[in-house]
């Protein structure tokens, strides 16, 4: 089954430059932004709810899925579509890897799989009940997946699928998961918490608290950055001490969060605010706003630097 994908031009990327790639899942809209300009550089009605994404500057290519249909659609830094591939309704959290392929889980079947750059599967393997988020290890060694509905995290040899370490988290409802410093972090959504998990050990190494149902987490400037949803916050935290340092308000139910490429600021998508701020990782304020179509989500890894034409 093929779709018709209608991508609107606003401006053109002639130069390399730091890109979002931001789900609307309302609109039914990926927007293509330009973070240090604001300019937004095409508009890409993608059908089906999309919600998911992971930007491979690398690649120069985004991987979206429509959360409704589970089609997982290819789009190159102009917005056109190159590839798609339908994985089914449960098809939800994704994360590219450094050899240029992709990992999704999902989220009905309870299952992770790995597909090569040509969307051809690898291998699949059995989760925790409803996984959502899916983080890989920087060396490509690990790949966790958050199991919401069974409070823990999955970790499994990226290369083979072999199961290395089921580990239970801190709070309930382990949602969006992010790899740093050697470290998993998942946003426990109902457990007001961040659970640190340490891949090599398959342990709990600690967790911090956080607002009202947090979604989502990213590093920049050395801290650590969650979104919280009902609080409409962001609890930032030292990730060398696990405490919390400050909570700022960014708008209404924030949830995708990403780090842009120079380390000094992260991205936050405001489902009900429809809008992208830029928040300064050194001073905590809100360095720009810009507005979205409805319902910005943008769960995963959705900005990067774009490489020279």
């Known amino acids: 089954m093929r779709f018709a994908v209608l991508v609107l031009m606003l ?3 002639a130069v390399a430059g730091d890109l979002a790639f931001v789900t609307s899942q309302n609109a039914e809209t990926v927007t293509i932004l330009d973070t240090v300009s604001g300019s937004v550089l095409a508009q890409v009605a993608v059908p089906g ?3 998911p994404v992971a930007y491979d500057p690398a690649a120069g290519r985004a991987y979206v899925i429509a959360a409704d249909t589970g089609r997982l659609f290819v789009l190159d830094e102009t917005g056109a579509v190159t590839d798609s591939r339908d994985l089914g309704e ?15 889980t999902d989220w009905f079947g309870a299952r992770l799989l790995r597909l090569d750059r040509d969307l051809n599967e690898i291998w699949q393997t059995p989760t925790g009940a409803a996984p959502a988020g899916v983080a890989v290890s920087d060396d490509g060694r690990w790949v966790a997946t958050a199991d919401r509905d069974d ?3 999955s970790i499994f040899d990226a290369q083979t699928g072999v199961l290395l370490h089921r580990v239970g988290t801190a709070g309930a409802h382990p949602f969006g998961i992010t790899f740093h410093d050697e470290r998993f972090w998942t946003a426990d959504v109902q457990g007001d918490s961040v659970s640190v998990i340490d891949p090599a050990a398959g342990r709990l190494a600690g967790s911090i608290p956080t607002g009202s149902h947090p979604y989502a987490v990213a590093f920049a400037g050395g801290r650590g950055f969650v ?6 916050t962001l609890t930032v935290f ?12 960014v708008g209404d ?3 995708g969060i990403s780090p842009l490429p120079g ?3 992260v991205a936050v998508a405001n489902w009900e605010s429809d809008t992208l701020v830029i928040v300064d990782a050194e001073s905590l304020a809100v360095r720009s706003e810009f507005p979205m179509p409805s319902g910005p989500r943008a769960f995963g890894q959705f900005t990067g630097r774009q490489e020279s034409p």
């Open 238 to 249: 030292d990730p060398a001490t696990l405490d919390a340092v400050a909570e700022i308000p």
């Open 253 to 255: 139910y924030p949830e």
């Open 90 to 104: 449960g098809a939800f959290g994704l994360a590219a890897t450094a050899q240029d392929g992709l990992f999704v």
């Open 151 to 153: 409070d823990r995290v």
């Open 263 to 265: 380390g000094d600021a």
């Open 49 to 51: 709810k999309p919600a």
């Open 11 to 13: 401006a053109s990327p």
């Open 227 to 232: 979104t919280n949803q009902y609080a409409g």
